[in-house]
């Protein structure tokens, strides 16, 4: 049996994905283990931490290259997951037309219209984990179109695979919020809590997005006291804009 990949979004994940040293070891160990091997096995064999384990088996699950059986261990009755590949022989059909369309503006561009659109409305819907599953091929298409008359079906296919996984709608949304302000020189300084009014955010999606950038050391955080309330604000580091010019 053979697995075949002809999708160019999932083409470029697969890509990735046995491009990744460590899901490629993963994948090889399990091929070699035709029982399949538990998370706690890969990641004593690895040396790596179960999290992380975890983390790659999810991806790899979702692009269809590994899956689990439950195994009773000991004499408890206690079931375990065991994981293995869905399949030793995988066809990837590459059309370089296809997968040489970046999705990345017209992302940006989609965040920037739903954001404008939603504007004028007494309910404001945001930016939550599920909005990519929820967002329609025709959706995407009313709001680009104006903006990008030439974008075709196919355009729309990509952009909206992209966004179904909550890993990449973050990244997109983090690349956008990131423009914003570099666009304003730095200078667009908010509050803790009006970030995910700003940007439209959901609220779960709007402290893990606002953590991630936090983190990347580019911002300065920084509070002070109005009216006895504290205010966190952010800023971008001069050290970073500087490093863009």
């Not at 990735?16 to 029982?35: I, W």
């Not at 004499?75 to 999705?103: A, T, Y």
């Not at 952009?159 to 956008?176: G, S, V």
Request: glycine share 4%.
């Amino acid at each position: 049996m053979e697995t075949y990949y002809d999708d160019p979004s999932q083409v470029i994940q697969v890509i990735e994905a046995l491009a990744d040293p460590t899901r490629r070891k993963m994948l090889l160990l399990m091929n070699e283990a035709p029982k399949g091997l538990t998370a706690s096995q890969l990641a004593d064999m690895l040396r790596k931490k179960i999290p992380t384990i975890l983390h790659h088996l999810k991806s790899l699950e979702e692009l269809k290259l590994t899956k689990y059986t439950m195994e009773k261990i000991g004499g408890g009755g206690r079931e375990v997951k065991h994981w293995n590949l869905c399949q030793q022989h995988l066809i990837l059909k590459i059309d370089m037309n296809s997968i040489g369309f970046l999705p990345e503006n017209f992302i940006l561009t989609l965040f920037e219209e739903h954001k404008k659109h939603e504007e004028h409305k007494e309910q404001k819907e945001y930016f939550t984990s599920d909005f990519g599953i929820i967002m329609t091929k025709e959706r995407i298409l009313d709001l680009l179109l104006p903006r990008i008359p030439d974008i075709t079906d196919r355009h729309i296919e990509i952009i909206k695979n992209h966004l179904k996984r909550k890993r990449d709608m973050e990244h997109y949304l983090l690349k956008w919020i990131y423009q914003e302000f570099i666009n304003s020189a730095g200078s667009l300084q908010l509050d803790f809590f009006e970030f995910g009014t700003h940007f439209f955010l959901g609220e779960d999606l709007r402290r893990s997005l606002y953590e991630k950038l936090m983190a990347s050391q580019n911002f300065s955080n920084y509070g002070y006291s109005q009216d006895g309330r504290p205010i966190q604000r952010m800023a971008i580091r001069q050290e970073y804009l500087d490093s863009l010019k």
